[in-house]
C-alpha cells in the first residue's frame, strides 16, 4: 500500500525558514517524480516544486524560486522541501504526491499525503 | 488570476451529466496532458483523470476526460451526491512550472 506521510509544518515568523519532510512507502520511491502542492486556507491547488526520480533535474513555481529548495534521499525513500524567506502568503497545507513517472515535470499524481500546515505569522 | 481557467460552480441533479470546462493555452494544455482532480472537504485531493482521459484504477467510469486544442473537459455522468466536491485541472506548461485551474465546486441538487 502506498503511503505518503508529511512533516514539519507548524507556526514560524516572517523571515523564517522550515524544513518539510515526506516519508513514502509502498513502491519503488526511486522510480517516481514527486512533487510539492499547497493550498492557502479557503483557496485552490497550487504547484509549488517537482524533482525527478533521480533528483537530477528540478523545478519551481515562480513564487517558490530563489527561496524553496526541493531535494530527495532514494536511500531513505524520503522528499523535503526547505523553505526559506517565508512569507504570510506561503501560509498552507503542503501536500506531498507521488508523480505516475520518473520524469520531473509532475504536477500533483496517484497518491498524495494528507498535508501539513505551514503557518507563517508573527 | 490562475493560469488555467474553470467556472467557479457547477450544479446538477442527481442522475445528471455534468461537464466541467478547463481553458488553457498552446504552452500548456496545447502541448502537454491535463489532469484533473476531486477534492472532497478536507481531504486530500484524489486524482481521477491522467493523460487527458485515462483513469486510473478504482475510479467509476462516470468520470471521463477529454482534450481538444488548448481547452480539456471533465464529464460526470449518473451524478450522485458523492460527487459534490471541488474538481481541478492540471497541465505541465512550457515555462516549466506546473499550473492548476482556479477549481470548480460542484453541487449535487
Known amino acids: 500500500e502506498v503511503q505518503l506521510l508529511e512533516s514539519g509544518g507548524g507556526l514560524v515568523q516572517p523571515g523564517g525558514s522550515l524544513r518539510l519532510s515526506c516519508a513514502a512507502s509502498?513502491?519503488?520511491?526511486?522510480?517516481?517524480?514527486m512533487s510539492w502542492v499547497r493550498q492557502a486556507p479557503g483557496k485552490g491547488l497550487e504547484w509549488v516544486s517537482a524533482?525527478?526520480?533521480?533528483?537530477?533535474?528540478?523545478y519551481f513555481a515562480d513564487s517558490a524560486k530563489g527561496r524553496f529548495t526541493i531535494s530527495r534521499d532514494n536511500s531513505k525513500n524520503t522528499l523535503y522541501l526547505q523553505m526559506n524567506s517565508l512569507r504570510a502568503d506561503d501560509t498552507a497545507v503542503y501536500y506531498c504526491?507521488?508523480?505516475?513517472?520518473?520524469?520531473?515535470?509532475?504536477?500533483?499524481?496517484?497518491?498524495w499525503g494528507q498535508g501539513t500546515l505551514v503557518t507563517v505569522s508573527s | 488570476q490562475s493560469v488555467l481557467t474553470q467556472p467557479p460552480s457547477a450544479s446538477g441533479t442527481p442522475g445528471q451529466r455534468v461537464t466541467i470546462s478547463c481553458s488553457g493555452s498552446?504552452?500548456?494544455?496545447?502541448?502537454?496532458?491535463v489532469n484533473w482532480y476531486q477534492q472532497l472537504p478536507g481531504t486530500a485531493p484524489k486524482l481521477l483523470i491522467h493523460?487527458?482521459?485515462q483513469r486510473p484504477s478504482g475510479v467509476p467510469d462516470r468520470f471521463s476526460g477529454s482534450k481538444s486544442g488548448t481547452s480539456a473537459s471533465l464529464a460526470i455522468s449518473g451524478l450522485q451526491s458523492e460527487d459534490e466536491a471541488d474538481y481541478y485541472c492540471?497541465?505541465?506548461?512550457?515555462?516549466?512550472?506546473?499550473?492548476f485551474g482556479g477549481g470548480t465546486k460542484l453541487t449535487v441538487l
Open positions: 509502498g513502491f519503488t520511491f526511486s522510480s517516481y517524480a
Open positions: 524533482i525527478s526520480g533521480s533528483g537530477g533535474s528540478t
Open positions: 493523460n487527458n482521459n
Open positions: 504526491a507521488k508523480g505516475l513517472a520518473v520524469a520531473g515535470t509532475v504536477i500533483g499524481g496517484d497518491y
Open positions: 492540471a497541465a505541465w506548461d512550457g515555462s516549466l512550472n506546473g499550473v
Open positions: 498552446s504552452s500548456n494544455i496545447g502541448s502537454n496532458p
